[in-house]
């Protein structure tokens, strides 16, 4: 499959949203570039805008990336006791 790719993008210039655990990159079409952290550390570089067909390849190094916030929780989560009533 031959990608149209629009730009290559350096993850510093893109914004990361911790409560979506995305980063995204404005769109010439007004929208917004996306792709998910998990999708980074899988080793996948491209993220496409909703609204429209264009592509940027992501620059990034996984070693970089944020850690996890699902692993405090999961912790968290075996810690706690249930209570019968």
Same mark, same amino acid.
């Given at each position: 499959?031959?990608? =149209? +790719?629009?730009?290559? *993008?350096?993850?510093?210039?893109?914004? /990361?949203?911790?409560?979506?655990? +995305?980063?995204?990159?404005?769109?010439?079409? &007004?929208? $917004? /570039? #996306? *792709? %998910?952290? %998990? !999708?980074? $550390? !899988?080793?996948?570089?491209? %993220?496409?805008?909703?609204?429209?067909?264009?592509? +940027? $390849?992501?620059? /990034?190094?996984? =070693?970089?990336?944020?850690?996890? #916030? !699902?692993? &405090?929780?999961?912790? #968290?989560?075996? %810690?706690?006791?249930?209570?019968?009533?």
């Amino acid at each position: 499959m031959a990608e =149209n +790719i629009y730009d290559e *993008i350096e993850i510093e210039d893109m914004t /990361f949203d911790s409560a979506l655990q +995305i980063y995204h990159y404005p769109c010439p079409c &007004g929208d $917004r /570039f #996306e *792709i %998910a952290i %998990a !999708d980074l $550390r !899988d080793k996948e570089d491209i %993220a496409v805008c909703p609204s429209c067909s264009l592509m +940027i $390849r992501v620059i /990034f190094d996984v =070693n970089d990336l944020p850690e996890p #916030e !699902d692993e &405090g929780l999961k912790t #968290e989560e075996q %810690a706690q006791v249930p209570v019968t009533a």
